[in-house]
């Protein structure tokens, strides 16, 4: 993992296309900015991992059917 110190306003780029600024900073929060290529999907981790967990289920889900459908 990179650490990075960036103050208020300071912003940093990804990959060329990505660029992430440190909008505001109060107390134990920050809030950052992200400017991406609409094709880049951008989540806040929590929701990543609920997609990542849906997707194996439904994933899982279709396998068992599809044994089933072979009568396995």
């Known amino acids: 993992m990179l650490a990075l ?9 990804i990959n060329n296309n990505v660029e992430v ?3 505001e900073v109060k107390g134990d929060q920050v809030k950052i900015g992200i400017e991406a290529p609409r094709e880049i999907p951008v989540y806040r ?5 609920q ?3 849906a997707n194996q289920a439904s ?7 599809a044994l089933k459908s072979l009568g396995l």
């Open 45 to 49: 981790k929590e929701v990543y991992l």
């Open 5 to 13: 110190s960036r103050k208020k306003n300071e912003a940093l780029i």
């Open 51 to 53: 997609i990542q967990e």
């Open 21 to 23: 600024t440190i909008l």
């Open 59 to 65: 994933s899982d889900a279709s396998a068992v059917d």
